[in-house]
């Protein structure tokens, strides 16, 4: 009988597929382990030069700080000077999750239970900032304009 990979194949008929699942789980677990060392502080995979990964490491963060600033600009004025240092340290080891809106607010959110910003001043506006950007957890009862006021605030900032 005829190697079934290599024989010919009529028109219309379907050539067996090999069995790849061996080699898909060596290449997801090859993806997740560079995955892991450019996001997530792991150690470089074998094979990979650990300087040029540290190289696509900075240009990743660098490039979600640049993004964040963008979408979020106010912990940034915020902060100032030392918004750059808290961000990179906050983001190291610590992948995105949920998009750069999430990670703003999940950024101030850390800020804030850490204890990293101790100035007063800054302290009660990222706290001020952070408390118009999640809202109040539900609308008062019984206040149907309010209810839905709050309802349109959320529409629009969430696009």
Not at 58 to 81: M, N, S, T
Not at 90 to 115: N, Q, S
């Amino acid at each position: 009988m005829a190697d079934p990979i290599t024989r010919a194949v009529a028109p219309g008929e379907r050539r067996p597929a090999p069995d790849t699942g061996a080699a898909r789980r060596r290449l997801a677990e090859a993806q997740l382990a560079l995955l892991s060392a450019l996001v997530a502080d792991a150690p470089p995979p074998p094979g990979f030069d650990p300087a040029r990964l540290d190289v696509q490491r900075r240009a990743l963060l660098a490039k979600r700080l640049g993004v964040v600033r963008k979408i979020a600009p106010e912990p940034a004025e915020i902060l100032g000077d030392d918004f750059r240092d808290l961000f990179l340290g906050y983001a190291r080891g610590r992948p995105m999750a949920d998009g750069y809106r999430r990670d703003a607010l999940d950024f101030a959110r850390h800020l804030l239970r850490t204890g990293a910003v101790t100035d007063p001043d800054r302290v009660r506006r990222l706290t001020a900032w952070l408390a118009e950007r999640t809202g109040p957890a539900a609308p008062a009862p019984g206040r149907p304009r309010r209810r839905v006021a709050a309802v349109l605030r959320r529409l629009r900032f969430a696009r």
